[in-house]
């Protein structure tokens, strides 16, 4: 979708390199969303923004940091990459009621 | 805390058929709304339709309507007229209408619906 985009589409890092994944969106929502998605969880909350740096933790958050300082970009950390934490990350924005706008999702692969 | 279930793994049905996916949910909550969202090869998500929970009449969008069943806590997704485009992964997914949730969605484990010509 044009109104968020989220880079790198794909990377490859190695086990305990810190890696960060940005999400960008130019439509002023306050409420931004990282998931991660494995197969057989479906979509996993990782951590949610409700503004400028206010961020709160999802159910899978261990492993991951999350910083928002303007409005239009919500950044994920992985401190120290593990190989559980392969798997497709996508960023979402929207408000309650009329479902998220999701970005295109990075492919992470940690070696 | 809200969950989501999607007990078919996989699915498939003929070209011009049609198909239902089953969802079922549980939630403390008198208001929310449900969701089914559509994931192609492409890996973009796409919603599909939505359904509020205090309105008994089932959504519809075109080839796709809804079954909700509040008491039973089921949201199906009927697919009429199945076209080679509809080969997707299909996610069903709750979220709260209010508390201090901030509109997260949960999600359920996902359905691959395979469309054959």
């Known amino acids: 979708d044009a109104g968020i985009t989220q880079s790198p589409r794909h990377k490859v890092t190695e086990t305990g390199t810190p890696v960060t994944l940005r999400c960008h969106q130019t439509?002023?929502?306050?409420?931004m969303y990282w998931y991660r998605q494995d197969p057989g969880h479906g979509l996993r909350l990782i951590h949610y923004?409700?503004?400028?740096?206010?961020?709160d933790k999802g159910e899978v958050s261990d492993g991951y940091s999350v910083s928002r300082s303007k409005t239009e970009d919500f950044l994920l950390t992985l401190e120290s990459a593990t190989s559980s934490q392969t798997s497709v990350y996508f960023c979402?924005?929207?408000?309650?009621?009329?479902?998220?706008?999701f970005g295109s999702g990075t492919r992470l692969t940690v070696v | 805390a809200q969950t989501v279930t999607q007990s078919q793994p996989e699915m498939s049905v003929q070209e011009a058929e049609t198909v239902t996916l089953s969802c079922t949910y549980d939630?403390?909550?008198?208001?929310?709304?449900l969701f089914w969202y559509k994931q192609p090869p492409s890996r973009q998500m796409i919603l599909v339709i939505r359904?509020?929970?205090?309105?008994?009449q089932n959504a519809t969008e075109n080839r796709f309507s809804v079954n909700f069943q509040k008491a039973a806590k089921s949201f199906s997704l009927k697919i009429s007229d199945s076209q080679l485009g509809d080969t997707a992964m299909y996610f069903c997914?709750?979220?709260?209408?209010?508390?201090?949730?901030?509109?997260?969605?949960?999600f359920g484990q996902g359905t691959i619906l395979t469309v054959h010509p």
């Open positions: 359904q509020e929970a205090y309105k008994q």
């Open positions: 923004s409700y503004g400028v740096k206010d961020t």
């Open positions: 939630t403390s909550e008198s208001n929310y709304y």
């Open positions: 997914a709750s979220q709260n209408a209010g508390g201090t949730s901030y509109g997260k969605l949960t």
């Open positions: 439509e002023n929502h306050r409420y």
């Open positions: 979402a924005i929207g408000q309650r009621a009329y479902g998220y706008t």
